[in-house]
């Protein structure tokens, strides 16, 4: 069956660096976009980065651009989020998703990302 785990999450300072992992099971990974979302406490979750796993379509949000990287490794079936320049406004919990085409969307339980002094 399809499994997304995240890990990496944590509490940070701000001004510092996460990466979140994204490791994979069940469908073929190089087949299907990979993304990150993010929901705070009170807001609705909401799109962080994607890419298509042959590297040929990123797309971040506004907030994420110039500070968030998506990468993936496909041997590993991971997708990453390296995320620099951390804002206390970036505290949420990062979810993982995989989707091919217009089919389901599969996600992850989240890991929780803190940025606070």
């Known amino acids: 069956q399809v499994q997304l785990v995240e890990s990496g999450g944590g509490l940070v300072q701000p001004g510092g660096s996460l990466r979140l992992s994204c490791s994979t099971s069940?469908?073929?990974?190089?087949?299907?976009?990979m993304s990150w979302y993010r929901q705070a406490p009170g807001k609705e979750r909401e799109f962080v980065a994607s890419m298509t796993t042959d590297g040929g379509l990123l797309n971040y949000s506004n907030s994420a651009k110039g500070r968030f990287t998506i990468t993936a490794d496909n041997a590993k079936n991971t997708v990453y989020l390296q995320m620099n320049n951390l804002e206390p406004e970036d505290t949420a919990v990062y979810y993982c998703?995989?989707?091919?085409?217009?089919?389901?969307?599969?996600w992850g339980q989240g890991t929780q990302v803190t940025v606070s002094a």
């Open positions: 998703s995989a989707r091919r085409g217009l089919g389901t969307t599969h």
């Open positions: 069940g469908f073929p990974f190089s087949s299907y976009a």
